[in-house]
């Protein structure tokens, strides 16, 4: 081909002085030995350049057909590899086309996935975070938020047992609970709708913050120094959820949706504003893909938006299968009818705490000053909760951490008086923080408006919430003296509702249920719901400010009462102890009447049994004139007619023996001169204990032991008695 080109090109006759014929030649030259690189759609365009100019030569001859023919042989050829080449060319480009987009999608997700991955991190360090700054601290007494404690430190085993549901409606309480595998799963199967009731103070928020604290630092918790109990702490159960959204109802402002409520509460307050709307969508691909967990605390305390007939808000934009929601609610409201039993999946109840006591010392620990011997201030706390019978408030330890409280700052100012802090300061007190949960505002009796019983003179929540709770006490009172035993202390509503008006009774009762006085639940009966006071010993409080403000109940309604059943005169004891705080001549009446009773069916007076002690309604008298004595009661004339005297209870007794000689009828006097002279009890010091008989024409026994006894007056012959007495 080089060699016929060439020729072709130095043709003699038409191309021989042709320039452009001169430079294809040397083009050729350089072609044939690879120092020209050509490609084949060039030579394409130079062979049809070449045909057309040899069509242009007047003198064809044989050979130059023959070339022509060759050359558009090649043409065609060369095409056709082009066509291939491009074809082939075309496939490898697409192929690899393919495979670069492949691997740049590829790459492109795991970048994104990897973005996605750092900012759940970061979402979640966030919650952590605030987490800790919310929810790792407790307030120890309502009406004091200030005085906070980190959760650890204080917090105790909760008494925790699932509510079997039968079929029928029933609940009934099942087996303890002590992981959090018992309340998460069932059989293996997690649980998707929990709830957890409990009355007011029983424990649920610290439960529901000291979970949120396991799911924040479950790692550093199962590292660190074993804890002395072993409840509750499987937290890597509770660590399987990648998020844990913990929202408070009560903060949530006219919102349905837990969406809004997390996007306010947790997103809101923990992102700036240019970040709010990536991590809400963050939030969106989270709740879609992730196992979260919702903790929905305080059901009883959210309020729907209005026109809104939702009984609990909504959970919408959440997959069931990834997401497991944890409720929490007072009783009441888990007894809305609109709540199906088929709705929840798992219930269980919170009943205070499981060791009272170890939870007491941590609470002492952390208010006492720590030159303060720990173990022996806690001994004498449980003194003080055995001698006034408040083991009835380990079920709150709301209230009980109260208590603690309030026992701790009379400890602190004064240890020799620390057991005559007032029974009814006490449950004034824890009133008072019942009543701040309702309404917050503050208001105080004064000159203009004085306190209707001395121990209310101090508060700050009481005066705004008055009318309230003289209803209440009302209402507390008549049942508590009802005949119908069966609904004195566990009542329907409409045995409720016969106390109040209808314009007042769902009032009175919205507030009593907030306040947490009364507490509701679901009942397997036609009106479907049971009532009670949060406590007995509230009941009777209330009871007795009612009776101290209108005191004809005494003769119209107790002394009724009593007559349905002899020995019932034992069971208001502490609704005496109340009143003699608050009124004492109305105590005085009270007494009266309760110990004609106790005449008439006490053992000791036929059977001679005073030397074996004394009995319990001198206990019951014992403490109303210390409760009398620590609210400045004066005009003490509480009745008792069988007296069993020592060196322990001569300070209570003495105030009474001058105005009970004449109904006394057993008297019964145990008393060593050394113990009686060194008693602190007995105040300014004495060398004896003088008994004037002479006005006790009721008198039949009469023992004496020990020394120090000056008896006056004479002793009647009917008179059975024992002296062992110098």
Same mark, same amino acid.
Not at 122 to 142: E, G, K, P, Q, W
Not at 209 to 238: E, R
Not at 687 to 708: A, I, K, P
């Given at each position: 081909?080089?060699?016929?080109?060439?020729?072709?090109?130095?043709?003699?006759?038409?191309? %021989?002085?042709?320039?452009?014929?001169?430079?294809?030649?040397?083009?050729?030259?350089?072609?044939?030995?690879?120092?020209?690189?050509?490609?084949?759609?060039?030579?394409?365009?130079?062979?049809?350049?070449?045909?057309?100019?040899?069509?242009?030569?007047?003198?064809?001859?044989?050979?130059?057909?023959?070339?022509?023919?060759?050359?558009?042989?090649?043409?065609?050829?060369?095409?056709?590899?082009? @066509?291939?080449?491009?074809?082939?060319?075309?496939?490898?480009?697409?192929?690899?086309?393919?495979?670069?987009?492949?691997?740049?999608?590829?790459?492109?997700?795991?970048?994104?996935?990897?973005?996605?991955?750092?900012?759940?991190?970061?979402?979640?360090?966030?919650?952590?975070?605030?987490?800790?700054?919310?929810?790792?601290?407790?307030?120890?007494?309502?009406?004091?938020?200030? $005085?906070?404690?980190?959760?650890?430190?204080?917090?105790?085993?909760?008494?925790?047992?699932?509510?079997?549901?039968?079929?029928?409606?029933?609940?009934?309480?099942?087996?303890?609970?002590?992981?959090?595998?018992?309340?998460?799963?069932?059989?293996? /199967?997690?649980?998707?709708?929990?709830?957890?009731?409990?009355?007011?103070?029983?424990?649920?928020?610290?439960?529901?913050?000291?979970?949120?604290?396991?799911?924040?630092?479950?790692?550093?918790?199962?590292?660190?120094?074993?804890?002395?109990?072993?409840?509750?702490?499987?937290?890597?159960?509770?660590?399987?959820?990648?998020?844990?959204?913990?929202?408070?109802?009560?903060?949530? &402002?006219?919102? %349905?949706?837990?969406?809004?409520?997390?996007?306010?509460?947790?997103?809101?307050?923990?992102?700036?504003?240019?970040?709010?709307?990536?991590?809400?969508?963050?939030?969106?691909?989270?709740?879609?893909?992730?196992?979260?967990?919702?903790?929905?605390?305080?059901?009883?305390?959210?309020?729907?938006?209005?026109?809104?007939?939702?009984?609990?808000? =909504?959970?919408?934009?959440?997959? @069931?299968?990834?997401?497991?929601?944890?409720?929490?609610?007072?009783?009441?409201?888990?007894?809305?009818?609109?709540?199906?039993? =088929?709705? !929840?999946?798992?219930?269980?109840?919170?009943?205070?705490?499981?060791?009272?006591?170890?939870?007491?010392?941590?609470?002492?620990?952390?208010?006492?000053?720590?030159?303060?011997?720990?173990?022996?201030?806690?001994?004498?706390?449980?003194?003080?909760?055995?001698?006034?019978?408040?083991?009835?408030?380990?079920?709150?330890?709301?209230?009980?951490?109260?208590?603690?409280?309030?026992?701790?700052?009379?400890?602190?100012?004064?240890?020799?008086?620390?057991?005559?802090?007032?029974?009814?300061?006490?449950?004034?007190?824890?009133?008072?923080? $019942?009543?701040?949960?309702?309404?917050?505002?503050?208001?105080?009796?004064?000159?203009?408006?004085?306190?209707?019983?001395?121990?209310?003179?101090?508060?700050?929540?009481?005066?705004?919430?008055?009318?309230?709770?003289?209803?209440?006490?009302?209402?507390?009172?008549?049942?508590?003296?009802?005949?119908?035993?069966?609904?004195?202390?566990?009542?329907?509503?409409?045995?409720?509702?016969?106390?109040?008006?209808?314009? /007042?009774?769902?009032?009175?009762?919205?507030? %009593?249920?907030?306040?947490?006085?009364?507490?509701?639940?679901?009942?397997?009966?036609?009106?479907?719901?049971?009532?009670?006071?949060?406590?007995?010993?509230?009941?009777?409080?209330?009871?007795?400010?009612?009776? %101290?403000? @209108?005191?004809?109940?005494?003769?119209? #309604?107790?002394?009724?009462?009593?007559?349905?059943?002899?020995?019932?005169?034992?069971?208001?004891?502490? #609704?005496?102890?109340?009143?003699?705080?608050?009124?004492?001549?109305?105590?005085?009446?009270?007494?009266?009447?309760?110990?004609?009773?106790?005449?008439?069916?006490?053992?000791?007076?036929?059977?001679?049994?005073?030397?074996?002690?004394?009995?319990?309604?001198?206990?019951? !008298?014992?403490?109303?004139?210390?409760?009398? #004595?620590?609210?400045?009661?004066?005009? &003490?004339?509480?009745? $008792?007619?069988?007296?069993?005297?020592?060196?322990?209870?001569?300070?209570?007794?003495?105030?009474?023996?001058?105005?009970?000689?004449?109904?006394?009828?057993?008297?019964? #006097?145990?008393?060593?001169?050394?113990?009686?002279?060194?008693?602190?009890?007995?105040?300014?010091?004495?060398?004896?204990? /003088?008994?004037?008989?002479?006005?006790?024409?009721?008198?039949?026994?009469?023992?004496?032991?020990?020394?120090?006894? $000056?008896?006056?007056?004479?002793?009647?012959?009917?008179?059975?008695?024992? !002296?062992?007495?110098?």
């Amino acid at each position: 081909m080089f060699i016929t080109l060439t020729r072709l090109l130095t043709d003699q006759i038409c191309l %021989a002085n042709d320039v452009a014929a001169q430079e294809a030649v040397r083009k050729l030259a350089k072609l044939q030995t690879d120092v020209l690189k050509i490609t084949t759609e060039e030579i394409i365009n130079l062979l049809e350049s070449a045909r057309n100019n040899l069509m242009k030569v007047e003198h064809i001859t044989e050979n130059i057909t023959k070339a022509m023919d060759e050359m558009r042989i090649y043409i065609e050829n060369y095409r056709k590899v082009l @066509n291939a080449h491009t074809d082939k060319c075309k496939m490898e480009l697409d192929l690899h086309t393919g495979k670069c987009k492949k691997q740049l999608d590829g790459h492109r997700q795991m970048s994104a996935e990897t973005d996605y991955d750092e900012s759940c991190k970061d979402f979640r360090r966030r919650l952590v975070a605030h987490y800790d700054d919310t929810s790792s601290n407790i307030s120890l007494s309502n009406l004091d938020q200030s $005085l906070d404690k980190r959760i650890v430190d204080i917090y105790a085993t909760p008494n925790i047992h699932r509510i079997q549901i039968e079929k029928d409606g029933k609940r009934i309480k099942q087996e303890e609970v002590l992981t959090y595998t018992d309340i998460f799963y069932t059989d293996g /199967e997690p649980n998707r709708r929990i709830y957890l009731q409990g009355e007011p103070g029983s424990g649920k928020s610290t439960f529901s913050a000291k979970l949120v604290h396991d799911w924040s630092h479950g790692i550093q918790l199962t590292s660190a120094t074993p804890s002395k109990t072993t409840a509750f702490d499987d937290v890597s159960t509770i660590q399987k959820f990648k998020f844990l959204f913990f929202i408070t109802l009560r903060d949530t &402002i006219c919102q %349905a949706d837990v969406t809004q409520m997390i996007k306010t509460q947790l997103i809101d307050t923990t992102f700036s504003e240019d970040e709010r709307a990536d991590v809400y969508k963050l939030f969106v691909r989270i709740m879609n893909n992730e196992l979260c967990l919702v903790v929905r605390e305080g059901l009883d305390e959210w309020v729907p938006p209005a026109c809104s007939n939702l009984a609990e808000p =909504s959970m919408a934009g959440f997959q @069931n299968d990834k997401c497991t929601v944890l409720t929490t609610s007072r009783p009441w409201k888990l007894a809305d009818e609109r709540i199906k039993n =088929s709705h !929840i999946e798992i219930l269980f109840e919170i009943e205070g705490i499981s060791n009272p006591y170890a939870f007491s010392e941590n609470i002492i620990r952390c208010l006492i000053d720590h030159s303060k011997d720990l173990k022996e201030t806690a001994i004498q706390f449980e003194s003080f909760v055995e001698d006034r019978d408040l083991e009835s408030l380990f079920s709150s330890p709301m209230l009980y951490t109260l208590v603690i409280c309030t026992w701790v700052n009379t400890f602190e100012e004064d240890e020799d008086d620390v057991l005559e802090e007032s029974s009814c300061a006490l449950y004034t007190t824890l009133l008072e923080s $019942l009543c701040k949960k309702a309404n917050s505002t503050t208001g105080y009796f004064n000159d203009s408006k004085p306190p209707p019983v001395h121990c209310f003179s101090s508060t700050s929540y009481l005066q705004p919430n008055i009318e309230h709770l003289d209803k209440l006490a009302e209402v507390a009172c008549k049942l508590l003296f009802s005949s119908e035993r069966e609904s004195s202390i566990v009542f329907s509503d409409i045995t409720l509702s016969n106390y109040f008006s209808p314009d /007042e009774f769902e009032v009175r009762k919205k507030f %009593a249920l907030k306040a947490g006085v009364l507490t509701n639940r679901k009942h397997k009966t036609r009106t479907g719901r049971s009532n009670s006071f949060v406590h007995k010993t509230v009941q009777e409080f209330l009871a007795a400010y009612h009776i %101290a403000l @209108n005191t004809y109940v005494i003769d119209d #309604v107790i002394s009724r009462y009593l007559k349905l059943k002899n020995t019932s005169y034992l069971e208001i004891s502490q #609704v005496l102890i109340f009143l003699c705080g608050m009124n004492i001549s109305a105590a005085n009446k009270l007494s009266a009447l309760m110990n004609q009773y106790d005449i008439k069916h006490c053992d000791e007076c036929k059977n001679s049994k005073a030397l074996d002690g004394p009995c319990w309604f001198q206990h019951i !008298i014992e403490s109303g004139i210390s409760e009398a #004595v620590a609210n400045k009661q004066e005009g &003490i004339q509480l009745e $008792l007619s069988h007296f069993y005297i020592d060196e322990s209870n001569i300070r209570e007794l003495h105030e009474i023996w001058p105005t009970d000689t004449c109904n006394v009828e057993v008297l019964f #006097v145990s008393l060593t001169m050394n113990d009686f002279l060194s008693s602190p009890a007995l105040g300014e010091s004495t060398t004896h204990f /003088e008994f004037n008989l002479s006005s006790c024409q009721t008198l039949r026994l009469l023992c004496l032991w020990g020394s120090g006894i $000056l008896l006056r007056g004479k002793i009647h012959q009917s008179i059975r008695y024992t !002296i062992h007495a110098t």
